[in-house]
């Protein structure tokens, strides 16, 4: 619950367009420090791996008028091949077409945009999924260096989302 509140904090702060959730594990490079806490960096712009995401959503509803996220979920839990975990709330599966290796998503079953928006129920859900993924990764891999992303709407997506000012 601390991180979304503390975006939604800086939600608060006009100059800033996305709040940014990442962490580096033990990379050599990435982390300069040795610890696991994660990094929040809010940015004036949007940055350019969220509005790729952002413009291919946009295309596919343009096109389909559907949801990508929701017919990618739909999709991978009646095929069943490249999920990893199935909770209340969430689905953890291994991409189609991997960036990296062993890359893994987690999505919200829900419809919805913005981490912020999350229940404390699905926080409790979302937090295990992390944990158990983390771990599996770890167990298998034998503790691994790894990055994670959390990607959230830019600020005026979810503000027009939501009817918030
Ligand atoms: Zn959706």
């Not at 040795?34 to 995401?53: C, D, G």
């Not at 709330?89 to 829900?110: G, L, Q, S």
């Not at 699905?122 to 158990?132: A, I, K």
């Amino acid at each position: 619950m601390v991180l979304s509140r503390r975006i939604l904090d800086l939600e608060r702060d006009e100059r800033l367009r996305y709040v940014l959730i990442l962490k580096n594990q033990g990379w050599a490079a990435g982390s300069a420090l040795n610890h696991t806490h994660s990094q929040i960096i809010a940015t004036p712009v949007i940055p350019k791996l969220v509005k790729e995401k952002l413009d291919g959503a946009k295309s596919y509803y343009d096109y389909k008028e559907r949801c990508i996220f929701c017919d990618m979920i739909r999709q991978e839990l009646a095929d069943a091949a490249r999920v990893v975990e199935e909770t209340r709330h969430f689905i953890v599966f291994t991409p189609f077409a991997p960036r990296f290796p062993f890359e893994v998503w987690i999505y919200p079953k829900k419809h919805s945009c913005a981490y912020a928006d999350i229940s404390k129920e699905e926080m409790m859900d979302f937090s295990r999924s992390l944990r158990n993924t983390l771990q599996r990764i770890g167990k298998t891999l034998d503790n691994p260096p790894y990055n994670y992303i959390l990607y959230t709407a830019p600020i005026a997506f979810r503000a027009a989302a939501t009817g918030t000012p």
